[in-house]
């Protein structure tokens, strides 16, 4: 019983595989001209800075013989986020179909053969190639030119195998010519034509029919009688069209400030002509985001299989042999062409990263924006005055105890004591959020005076907040640092048996002010171990190691971990007995007056 079952499962798999990609049976269908397709225009785009964007098609489009509507635009949505509808009281939408169709486009003529072809039934004068180079060239004859043979796509799908798809003609390369006087007809190779003379008018233009993937929104209208328009419209969330913003903040000197937010469109999704772009700061979830919906045409069997889950091990064997040979024995059909209409990935611009997803979703809206697919375009976005004031910042990271410097080679101690002298004061600019719009993540650019002082990270800055620039080192502002031991105690306390010892230590910071003016400097200072006292009204907590990284300023690795953290095993014990301790203090400096920071601080170990 089992094995009946498995097999019945096996048989409704290929069943429904050869259903879903098998190319449709063979059949006569009449190509559509390209001017009973449409566009349906955009009328607004939500742009996300991850590079997703919402659009909403809308508009009244012409309808075809059957009263549908037939689109020669083909979305590419995420799985789940395609919507079509139709808002005319006449019409109800019962389906949208995606499909490759033939299409007569015209266009042009451009070559000696799509000439010939467009003219049938001209009257020309004929000039050809000699047969031989010794052969002199023959003089130019008229003739009327009576077509150029070929096998239409109808004839082909009537005589190809079933279910063998929709075929394109298939032009032959001769051109039938009728000699004057009823002399017969002369066919000659297209390669033996050398030029010819169109003794009156001729057509410029030449029809030919091609493949188009087109969308047809199917439409009910009531009493069965369609009219020539419809009210449709579609709305998707695709990939292809991403802002990146950025700021200008011009000071004053005196504690206010001009910022301007700017957003670069990146489009490489489709045409907008006049639509209202909605800027969102921050970035929702988009759980479906990497698989594209059926809809777009752009998946292969294969990748679709591997969104069908299904138990039986036989049946997904089934499953996936049966892909391999519909991929292998559709050459011939319409589908070939859709894995080659996949776009390659798009350049949509440098990403801005950090905080982007914890930032609240806002949206600044931007009228009338026209921008075709390919193009960039730099837009204001908003403009708002702030107060700021000038701070001084000196973030001091704590050192590995000696005992663990020792067992590093030389290029790592040298890396750490380079990490350990960067510590410098650091000139901000704080920049008061107090208006209604949010500060998103995003480059800031610093001008005083029309001059550029320098280019930081504008951090997202909900209104009421405030947020810094770093502007440059301050290098007015001396800092000296020293560290001593003053005490060491063995077998100070006892765990699981074990002696550990305590080191107990002493601290100080140094600062001197040689600029003109006073500044005022906020100090941070971590410690490795159990930070006890501080003088100068320093605040002295330990830091929650597994969630606060502020006490790793030096890093670059995005850890909460300066870099040379995990180059020591450290043992379980040392977190038992020991944290990471932080001072904060916030001084006063004078010109030419030193200020002394002093603390204290233990650590344990064995």
């Known amino acids: ?176 010519l009728k000699l004057p006087g009823g002399n017969g007809t002369k066919v000659v190779p297209i390669e033996r034509i050398v030029d010819v003379t169109f003794l009156k008018d001729h057509k410029p233009r030449l029809a030919a029919e091609e493949f188009r993937t087109l969308l047809t929104m199917k439409l009910e209208w009531a009493d069965k009688k369609p009219q020539k328009e419809a009210d449709v419209g579609m709305m998707y969330l695709q990939k292809g069209l991403r802002w990146i913003p950025s700021y200008k903040v011009t000071i004053d000197g005196k504690g206010g400030a001009t910022v301007r937010l700017q957003g670069t469109l990146v489009n490489e999704l489709c045409d907008l002509d006049d639509v209202t772009a909605h800027l969102v700061v921050g970035v929702p979830t988009f759980a479906f985001k990497d698989s594209m919906d059926p809809i777009a045409l752009g998946q292969n069997a294969a990748q679709v299989a591997r969104l069908v889950s299904l138990d039986n091990g036989q049946v997904s064997n089934n499953f996936s042999n ?147 620039l770093e502007v440059t080192t301050a290098i007015d502002i001396r800092v000296q640092k020293t560290d001593a031991e003053t005490k060491r105690t063995p077998d100070a306390t006892q765990w699981n048996g074990q002696h550990y010892g305590r080191i107990d230590l002493a601290g100080q910071i140094k600062l001197l002010n040689f600029g003109k003016q006073a500044v005022e400097v906020e100090v941070v200072r971590h410690v490795l171990g159990n930070v006890e006292k501080a003088d100068n009204d320093g605040v002295a907590v330990m830091v929650n190691a597994f969630e606060d990284s502020t006490f790793a300023p030096t890093t670059r690795t995005g850890s909460d971990h300066p870099t040379w953290w995990g180059w020591y095993n450290w043992p379980g014990w040392w977190h038992h007995f020991n944290g990471i301790g932080r001072i904060r203090w916030t001084v006063k400096l004078e010109p030419g007056k030193p200020v002394d920071l002093k603390y204290t601080w233990n650590y344990y170990w064995r």
């Open 322 to 468: 049966s892909i391999m040979v519909q991929r292998q024995s559709n050459n011939d059909s319409a589908m070939v062409g859709v894995a080659a209409d996949a776009a390659a990935p798009a350049d949509l611009g440098p990403e801005v990263s950090g905080g982007a997803k914890s930032e609240d979703l806002f949206l600044f809206t931007v009228k009338h924006v026209s921008l075709k697919k390919g193009q960039r375009m730099v837009v204001p976005v908003a403009e708002y005055s702030v107060k700021y004031r000038d701070v001084y910042t000196l973030d001091v990271p704590f050192a590995p105890p000696p005992e663990v410097w020792r067992g590093f080679d030389t290029n790592r101690q040298a890396e750490v004591a380079r990490q350990l002298s960067a510590a410098r004061v650091m000139h901000k600019v704080r920049l008061a959020n107090a208006g209604q719009f949010p500060f998103t993540t995003a480059p800031a650019l610093i001008v005083k005076d029309d001059r550029v002082l320098a280019q930081g990270m504008m951090t997202y800055t909900a209104p009421g907040a405030e947020t810094d």
């Open 1 to 176: 019983m089992r094995r009946r079952h498995t097999s019945l499962l096996a048989t409704l798999a290929a069943a429904t595989l050869c259903g879903l990609f098998a190319p449709p049976p063979a059949r006569a269908d009449k190509a559509t001209p390209l001017s009973a397709t449409a566009q349906l225009p955009v009328k607004e785009v939500t742009i996300f800075k991850d590079g997703h964007a919402f659009v909403l098609h809308a508009g009244r489009m012409p309808t075809d013989e059957k009263g549908n509507v037939v689109l020669d635009y083909l979305p590419s949505p995420v799985l789940g986020a395609f919507w079509p509808s139709c808002t005319d009281k006449a019409a109800k939408l019962s389906a949208v179909t995606a499909s490759q169709r033939k299409v007569l486009v015209e266009r042009t003529a451009i070559a000696l053969r799509d000439l010939i072809e467009a003219n049938v039934g001209a009257d020309v004068l004929v000039t050809e190639r000699p047969l031989t180079n010794q052969e002199k060239p023959a003089p130019p004859y008229p003739a009327t030119i009576g077509g150029l043979p070929e096998q239409s796509g109808e004839e082909l799908e009537r005589t190809s195998p079933p279910n063998g798809g929709d075929k394109l003609p298939v032009k032959g390369s001769v051109v039938l």
